[in-house]
């Protein structure tokens, strides 16, 4: 019968985040550690802390090996901000213009009055 007691398989000896492990029987019978890779975090919204959708979860270096289309969504700020948060943008950008313009126009009507 072979031995139930495991070591890791790597030089880190300890019980860390980046030294996950999971017990797996190998063809042979035996027990064994498998490594496991960190969880990935999806990406957030820079502005409301949201996942963005259409964007994997992967962890960093991952990224470089995926194709641009798959890294961002076709839209203004995609890949960086959420849907919501560009519609905000964009409102609040047209409602400064149109206020920059209502104060024009009473500046106007107040020199003709004069």
């Known amino acids: 019968m072979p031995s139930n007691r495991l070591t890791y398989r790597r030089r880190n000896p ?3 985040r ?5 017990v797996i029987k190998t063809p042979g ?3 064994r550690y498998l490594h496991l890779k960190k969880r990935a975090a999806p990406p957030k919204c820079g502005d409301c802390g949201s996942k963005l959708a259409g964007i994997p979860a992967l962890r960093p ?3 470089a090996t995926i194709s641009r289309p798959q890294k961002t969504v076709q839209r ?5 901000r959420c849907a919501s948060c560009v519609k905000d943008r964009i409102v609040r950008a047209f409602l400064i213009e149109e206020q920059k313009i209502v104060k024009k126009v ?3 009507t107040q020199q003709k009055k004069r």
């Open 14 to 16: 300890y019980n860390t």
């Open 18 to 22: 980046s030294n996950k492990v999971r």
């Open 29 to 31: 019978g035996a027990l």
């Open 61 to 63: 270096r991952e990224y």
């Open 76 to 80: 203004a700020y995609g890949g960086s």
């Open 106 to 108: 009473l500046k106007e």
